[in-house]
């Protein structure tokens, strides 16, 4: 009997909010209703994702809310009822996969740095809380108040994240070199808790560095606890590369653990993803099209 470090699927099960329910249930989507055909039967979803925790109840709440969204839209196939991926949700997958299959590659220090600063009017405080937010997803850090910093590689999506929230007038984007006052590196300090990102890049390794892939391996996932192990790493993981800005590694603390997360993170999927989509497979129905093989991840 293969065993998955418990680890990978506390996370899972405690606590189980309705959000937390709908992050699995996304990452779901991402790595298993994607590469088996864009498509799932509801009835064969609940039954793998139970053993993960998630009761009957969540699954079909989280699936409903994402179908408020635009990301599911109910399909039936070979008889049986389900739900398929819309545009809106393969667009929203696709741009988050540099991300989650692939750590960002640090920034160049010679590029220099993007500084945006903002003042947006408390009656347009749901604005502000949706800019600190896109801001702290595509990798900023807050220098203070209004005033956040990125390397510079980022002003394009800032440029873009402003003008989608109309917010153009009420930000000033700048992008140059450090050049004097503060040193670089403490003030890299004070805008991101990289001791934070490292503590999570080290838990994710300490959870996920005994599990063991090669195929035959005394221990070595297979059916049920495969795909436990693969959706279990995924969902573990996917958070993390968001939180990581991709700093030059000149400014990041010696020892840092991101690309040993990184590459670890890549070795697992590659071992478990064929043993755990062939799992899922059984609770698709025979007749529904899905692609002979699983999805690779590009390569950045």
Not at 44 to 59: H, I, K, R, Y
Not at 80 to 108: F, M, Q
Not at 186 to 213: P, R
């Amino acid at each position: 009997m293969s065993a998955v470090p418990d680890a990978l699927t506390a996370p899972v099960t405690a606590p189980l909010t309705a959000q937390r329910s709908r992050t699995v249930v996304v990452s779901f989507l991402g790595a298993v209703v994607r590469p088996m055909g864009g498509w799932m039967p509801i009835r064969g979803a609940v039954d793998l994702l139970t053993p993960m925790g998630l009761d009957a109840q969540s699954v079909r709440t989280a699936v409903f809310r994402l179908k408020q969204r635009d990301w599911l839209t109910p399909e039936t196939r070979a008889g049986v009822r389900g739900y398929a991926l819309t545009d809106t949700a393969l667009a929203a997958l696709a741009a988050g996969d540099e991300v989650i299959w692939h750590a960002r590659e640090p920034a160049d220090l010679a590029d220099g740095w993007c500084i945006l600063s903002f003042s947006v009017p408390e009656s347009a405080r749901a604005r502000r809380h949706q800019l600190r937010s896109r801001l702290t997803a595509l990798g900023f850090g807050m220098m203070g108040g209004g005033v956040w910093i990125a390397p510079a590689r980022m002003a394009g999506a800032a440029q873009r994240a402003i003008e989608e929230l109309g917010l153009t007038s009420r930000c000033a984007l700048f992008v140059g070199r450090h050049v004097g006052g503060e040193q670089l590196s403490e003030l890299i300090s004070d805008s991101w808790n990289l001791e934070e990102i490292d503590q999570q890049y080290q838990e994710f390794i300490g959870s996920c560095a005994d599990l063991t892939t090669t195929p035959g391996a005394d221990g070595a996932p297979e059916g049920a606890d495969a795909f436990s192990a693969y959706l279990g790493v995924i969902d573990r993981w996917r958070k993390l590369p968001y939180r990581d800005p991709g700093l030059p590694p000149e400014v990041l603390p010696a020892g840092w653990s991101g690309p040993a997360a990184g590459a670890l993170f890549e070795r697992l999927v590659a071992g478990l993803e064929q043993h755990a989509l062939a799992h899922a497979a059984t609770s698709w129905p025979a007749a529904a099209p899905h692609p002979a093989r699983p999805r690779k991840p590009a390569s950045p």
